[in-house]
């Protein structure tokens, strides 16, 4: 298998084929907002930073256009999507309807392993906080709400949610850092699971819907009020 050489600690491709060992480093980079949405992505750059050719780069571009995270325009190239508030507000409100279905079929088919794995998850949450570690919270958030959902068994409602918070990933983020709402996010997440673990079907739906709609919310506010967008 081709390899990229070794550009930094910070960005070591994994064993993955070379496309997608690229579109795996990329995203991640999109995702923590070291390319900001807007901003141009040159091939020719990035093909010498992971000493490679461009045609690899250039298909881990297609990968990350299919996802939605950039977008290619005529005779311009390759830019880091930008989305409007309104539009961020409007994935939000998709997970909200997709996430407070799965729930609800979630709850009633939940274990204690359900229930251990996802406090586990709850305690690195807290630790990176703890440790300042911002760049993990949006993943580990995404992989707490995963874990809770997973019950449900509904392959498809998964599959369309997953495409919906890889694109609210990098916005979660921005929104814990600019509202510094990590405390309060936490808190949520503990109450979410005392009520799953109640089975408490009632009152578990709408607190998910407001945990995530108050989320969408102040993170619109947030973007509005310090133009980053």
């Given at each position: 298998m081709t390899t990229v050489g070794n550009p930094s600690e910070k960005h070591k491709l994994q064993r993955l084929s070379l496309p997608e060992a690229l579109a795996a480093s990329l995203r991640e980079r999109i995702l923590n907002g070291e390319?900001?949405?807007?901003e141009a992505l040159v091939q020719e750059a990035l093909a010498a930073e992971y000493e490679c050719s461009r045609m690899p780069v250039r298909e881990a571009f297609r990968q990350l256009e299919a996802e939605g995270l950039i977008e290619t325009k005529v005779h311009k190239g390759a830019f880091v999507s930008s989305i409007s508030p309104d539009e961020v507000m409007e994935l939000f409100e998709l997970r909200a309807l997709i996430e407070c279905d799965l729930l609800l079929h979630a709850i009633p088919k939940m274990t204690a392993a359900d229930f251990i794995a996802c406090q586990e998850i709850l305690g690195e949450l807290e630790r990176v906080y703890t440790e300042r570690e911002m760049a993990r919270w949006g993943s580990l958030n995404a992989a707490f709400h995963r874990r809770l959902l997973s019950p449900a068994e509904r392959g498809q409602s998964i599959l369309i949610l997953g495409g919906i918070n890889l694109q609210v990933e990098r916005f979660v983020r921005l929104q814990l850092l600019l509202t510094e709402a990590f405390e309060t996010a936490?808190?949520?997440?503990?109450?979410?699971?005392?009520?799953?673990?109640?089975?408490?079907?009632?009152?578990?739906?709408?607190?998910?819907?407001?945990?995530?709609l108050t989320a969408g919310r102040e993170l619109v506010a947030a973007m509005k009020s310090k133009r980053k967008f």
């Open positions: 390319f900001q949405p807007g936490a808190l949520e997440h503990q109450q979410l699971l005392v009520l799953c673990r109640a089975r408490d079907v009632e009152q578990a739906i709408p607190y998910l819907r407001d945990h995530i």
